[in-house]
């Protein structure tokens, strides 16, 4: 069964970690899908690459989600091309790992501009197009620090913290004309920048130890783990679903 079969699917970050997870299974489930990242090489590739694994129809459009210009002739772009946007997925994020006192007034700007400035002004641009239609579904990629405090990062809690309120918002404004916003609050995925982070710390074992000793399951969560989730809420089976955050977190909220 392809679940997303004829649907047009724009994901930003989708050429790395679970945003290009996603974009390999929606196009396995029959979606044209359109990658957006701003490094042009990587996201080539990625195309490329699930072109080679799914056979579907896949294609790269560069793009810095924080400028508006760029993000308007992006939406522009897909429109001449596929006619409509059916899905929508948010995924372009970043974690700069500083110590809250020594961040800086750049570092704070950077967090909010790609974290939550760019869901709002790739959301903005692309939502018309699904009014006129009166369908779709729009996907926020928030974190489970978006929904639950945690020490160790206050900034990228905030503004994921901002994503999810986005996300709920938007669900109640866009709902009477049948357009879906629901946003998913991964735990602790198992991406290039979290084994960077393992692997550069003092104690590598011990880091990973403590890292999985926070979820209930007992492992961390993998870049399929986030894209099933994704498939659900971009296919019709989740037609009576908006406004949620959606914890997809090994169990690491139930006791919080």
């Known amino acids: 069964m392809n679940r997303l079969q004829g649907k047009i699917a724009l994901i930003t970050g989708g050429s790395t970690g679970f945003g290009y997870a996603m974009a390999e299974l929606f196009s396995r489930e029959g979606a044209d899908v359109v990658i957006a990242a701003r490094g042009k090489e990587k996201g080539i590739r990625a195309c490329q690459r699930i072109k080679e694994l799914t056979g579907g129809k896949v294609k790269f459009i560069q793009c810095d989600v924080t400028k508006e210009n760029e993000v308007s002739d992006l939406m522009n772009t897909i429109i001449a091309e596929y006619k409509r946007i059916d899905i929508l997925v948010n995924s372009t994020g970043i974690l700069i790992l500083q110590e809250f006192e020594n961040t800086s007034e750049e570092e704070w700007d950077q967090t ?9 002004l790739v959301i903005k641009h ?7 239609d009166k369908k779709g579904s729009i996907i926020n990629m928030s974190s489970v620090v978006g929904l639950v405090g945690k020490g160790y990062n206050p900034v990228y809690s905030a503004s994921k913290g901002g994503v999810t309120l986005l996300t709920r918002s938007l669900a109640l404004r866009y709902a009477k004309y049948n357009v879906r916003v629901n946003c998913i609050c991964p735990g602790t995925i198992i991406t290039d920048l979290n084994r960077d982070r393992i692997e550069k710390s003092s104690d590598p074992a011990k880091t990973l130890r403590d890292m999985i000793s926070e979820y209930p399951l007992g492992r961390l969560g993998t870049p399929i783990d986030i894209a099933n989730a994704a498939i659900y809420l971009a296919s019709d089976e989740s037609q009576w679903v908006t406004g949620i955050a959606l914890s997809v977190d090994g169990g690491y909220t139930a006791g919080r």
């Open 112 to 120: 909010m501009a790609v974290n939550l400035k760019g869901c709002f």
């Open 126 to 132: 692309a939502v018309p197009f699904m009014i006129k």
